[in-house]
C-alpha cells in the first residue's frame, strides 16, 4: 500500500506524549469520539490512555509508538493518527491505534496499519500481527478481518477494577485476540 503524499510517518518521542494522549482520547472517549466510529463512550468512561503509558511504550524496547503526521503551512505539523507496534511473544503487537475522529474513513487509519505490519515484518522479522479487540466491537473487528485479520477464539478478561483501562458502563466486556500472518 502506498501512503498518501499529504502525510508521513515518524516515530514518536516523549515530546509527543501530551498531543498523543489528547489524540488517543479524542478517538476513544468522550463526546469528540462520538463523530468517528472508533468511539468506545457507550462502553467506558474515564481514561483510555495517559501520559504513563506513552513514556512506557516509547521507552520500552522493540517497542515505538508510529505518528502519521501532515505539514502545515506555516512549517509545523498536525497529528493525524498514531498506533503502538511492539515485539510480544514472537510477533508483532499493535495496539493504541487512533485516528481523529473527523478523519477516520479517510484511508489515513489503512495506511498507518499497513506501516506497522512493514515494521513488525521487514524491521523486526516477525511472521504475525496480533492485537487484542474488545469482542462485541463488531465494526471493528470487520475493519480488521477485511484487513487480513483474523479471530482466534482466545479470550482474555477485561480489567474491571483498574481504571487505567476505563470504567466500565457494562459487565460484559472482555477481549479476543485478532491474528494476521505477516
Not at 523486526?124 to 483474523?150: C, K, N, Q, S
Request: charged fraction near 30%; glycine fraction near 8%.
Amino acid at each position: 500500500m502506498t501512503a498518501d503524499p499529504s502525510f508521513k510517518f515518524r516515530n514518536a518521542t516523549h515530546a509527543d506524549t501530551d498531543a498523543l494522549v489528547s489524540l488517543v482520547e479524542s478517538a476513544y472517549r468522550g463526546d469528540a469520539s462520538k463523530q468517528g466510529w472508533t468511539t468506545e463512550a457507550d462502553m467506558l468512561d474515564g481514561r483510555r490512555t495517559g501520559a504513563d503509558d506513552i513514556d512506557a511504550c516509547i521507552s520500552r524496547a522493540d517497542s515505538r509508538i508510529l505518528l502519521a503526521e501532515r505539514a502545515l503551512p506555516d512549517g509545523g505539523c498536525e497529528l493525524l493518527a498514531c498506533a503502538h507496534v511492539a515485539v510480544e511473544d514472537g510477533a508483532g503487537y499493535f495496539g493504541m491505534f487512533s485516528v481523529r475522529p473527523n478523519l477516520q474513513g479517510s484511508g489515513i487509519g489503512k495506511a498507518l496499519l499497513a506501516e506497522a505490519e512493514r515494521v513488525a515484518r521487514e524491521e523486526w522479522r516477525l511472521p504475525a500481527m496480533r492485537m487484542t479487540v474488545i469482542d462485541i466491537r463488531d465494526e471493528l473487528i470487520a475493519f480488521y478481518e477485511r484487513r487480513g485479520y483474523h479471530r482466534t477464539g482466545i479470550k482474555k478478561a477485561f480489567p474491571y477494577g483498574d481504571e487505567r483501562f476505563g470504567i466500565p458502563k457494562r459487565d460484559d466486556l472482555r477481549f479476543e485476540v485478532l491474528e494476521k500472518p505477516l
